[in-house]
């Protein structure tokens, strides 16, 4: 069983989780333009949060990613799994150079993520609103079992207009599930627009105040906060904890900020030059060759 890590000073901690999620931006941009189809906009909104878990909070062993008190990670949102295989590999649980197999028919990592196929994976997921409940189901396992692993579940916000998310969340409060901590990555669009503009759906903290879930808003770009937010959610034993981080679609790469095209569209060898060099460089060597290509 991995040791805990040891305790390192904020400033160290918040330098190492930008620059991953730099790296990480850079790995969704790449794999996206080599496999000619994906969801940027979906993956760079939820980039710091993904680095701040894989990277800093998350109790895992990519050695033995089927560990079974390892933390568990859903990510609803299962179209943004570009910035999950990123992480994935960059923390070790495979090599970095699957990354340009993005959706191609015989890689490990399908166009949504797979449980069954990809190393980390700890359940599949791509049909919108089921994440809370399947979190909701390992919570109340580990609780049957004696586990004390905690439950992460990453969803849009805009897929909070399934129901089945609101009787998760429901159920969930019932069941008293302290370890069960959801992170809404509130991006304000969804595929077809603006949420506010397509549903009812906010505001959404009154809504899960109401259900009587622990409810924190933070800016999910602010490590910070991501990190506190989280700490103040894991002391929470006695109910189900929400964080909402505001983010900004396309974060990180300014053409694709405010244009939701971006949510499913893939960069042509202009944009992503542009795109990398935003992002402070390394997409592309001194021969011209990208860092990694698809045989
Ligand atoms: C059940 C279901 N319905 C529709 C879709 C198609 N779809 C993919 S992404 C998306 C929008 C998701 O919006 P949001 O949850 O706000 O996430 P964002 O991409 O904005 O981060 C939709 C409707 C789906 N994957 N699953």
Redesign the pocket.
Known sequence: MPARKKTVGMDERIKKLTEMARVLRMDVVRMIHLAGDG?PG?SL?VADIIAALYFEVMHIDPENPDWKDRDRLVLS?G??CPVLYAALARRGYFAIEELPGLRSLESMLQGHPDMNKTPGIDTTS????NGISIGLGMALAARLRRQDYYVYVIT????LE?GVAWEAMMAAKHYRVGRLITII?N?E???GGP?EKISGLYPILPKLKAFGWHCQEIDGHNFIEILRSIQLAQVEESKPSVILAHTV?GKGVPFMIGDNSW?KRVPTEAELKEAMLALGGGGVDETGKHPYRRN
């Open positions: 969801h979906p909104s949102k179209h943004a791509g049909s919108l609103g849009g916000d805009g897929e399934e990555d991006n669009m969804q595929s949420v679609k949510h």
